[in-house]
């Protein structure tokens, strides 16, 4: 059964740093994967896709790559704000039908 | 969560009722999804739809039915609620990006409908 991990599950850095959010499948055979954001009290929002044919996408600070041999993705967040406090979750698809398996996120809190 | 309304937001009930969540949407997506959020897991697809009367079982659908008599309404019902089922749920919808073969779609979600089952 295909699960997805992500580490750390909780992060707390000084304002400015950049910063990396990890992925982990234990089946490396991803078909595509997504990166969203979560607000508290809120719905999930799209960041990133990276489709089967690609291997990274980028969206202003955010970059996002993933590795298929080894089943592992990551975000990398670049001079991070306040703003960017949330929890960010990573799904992939294992084929190219519409499920997607989820991880259970990390809380980021970017300090002033 | 422009495009998606679901109600109610808030719901607590006891065990052994029923209860059915609605999520609603203005973009004439085909694709509608029913999720559970629980602490310490990721999402987990109940049910999905993909189409007027196509529906289909996710990960978790035990004690869960589904249906879809519009394009715009996606009902979700436990039949007779357990505490297990003390949950966030959310709607998603999915648009298509990139190519057909591609399978790659983005979600919008719902702000949310918190479940309490007492």
């Known amino acids: 059964k295909q699960e997805v991990t992500q580490i750390p599950a909780a992060l707390s850095v000084p304002e400015g740093e950049n910063l990396v959010l990890n992925c982990s499948f234990t089946d490396s055979a991803i078909y595509n994967l997504q990166w969203f954001r979560q607000d508290p009290g809120k719905g999930l929002t799209s960041l990133l896709l990276?489709?089967?044919s690609q291997r990274e996408q980028t969206s202003g600070r955010l970059n996002a790559s993933l590795d298929k041999s080894s089943g592992r993705s990551t975000l990398y967040i670049a001079a991070s704000q306040p703003g960017d406090s949330a929890t960010y979750l990573c799904a992939g698809s294992m084929d190219s039908n519409y499920q997607l398996i989820w991880g259970a996120g990390t809380k980021l809190i970017i300090k002033p | 969560d422009a495009g998606i309304t679901q109600s109610p937001r808030h719901k607590v009930t006891e065990t052994g009722t029923p209860v059915t969540l609605r999520c609603h949407q203005t973009?004439?997506?085909?694709?509608m999804y029913w999720y559970r959020q629980d602490p310490g897991h990721g999402l987990r697809l109940i049910h999905y739809s993909y189409g007027v009367k196509d529906t289909d079982k996710g990960e978790v659908s035990d004690g869960y039915s589904v249906s879809r008599s519009k394009t715009e309404d996606f009902l979700l019902t436990l039949e007779s609620a357990t505490s297990s089922q003390t949950s966030v749920y959310f709607c998603?919808?999915?648009?298509?990006?990139?190519?057909?073969?591609?399978?790659?779609?983005?979600?919008?979600f719902g702000a949310g409908s918190r479940l309490t089952v007492l």
């Open positions: 998603a919808i999915s648009e298509s990006k990139g190519t057909p073969s591609s399978g790659a779609n983005v979600l919008t």
């Open positions: 973009e004439n997506h085909r694709y």
């Open positions: 990276i489709q089967s």
